[in-house]
């Protein structure tokens, strides 16, 4: 690795390439989200067909998975601000990877029953 390189380690590569994959995915989604509420205008039926396919258990779980993105993605965007400006940022990436680590997780924990609600009421019962 050359000199000089802020993010060293296998954590920080990981954490790059997370950053990535969830800023793709939230494009992706956006996308997706745009050309669907656009139907309204084409075609209100098929809008009605589209929305009745997001209330499916399958789809709330994938909104799981885009509360995961969006937190990853704004919690590490920090962790790379305060890397790039912060000029003790390099000597404290890993620890505050780790710490946006905890928080995402004790934040994706509290974002589970509000998120699937709906699936766990239809696969459990009320």
Known sequence: MPAGTLYRGREGMWSWVAHRVTGVLIFF?????????????????????????????????????????????????????AVDFWSKGPRYQKQMLWTVMGVWGVLMIGAFYPVLQHTLHSLFGS
């Open 29 to 81: 989604f956006l996308f997706v989200h745009v050309l669907d509420t656009a139907l309204v205008r084409v075609s209100p039926e098929t809008y009605d067909e589209t929305v009745a396919i997001y209330k499916t258990p399958l789809v709330n779980v994938m909104e799981y998975g885009l509360v995961a993105a969006v937190l990853f993605h704004a919690l590490n965007g920090l962790r790379v601000v």
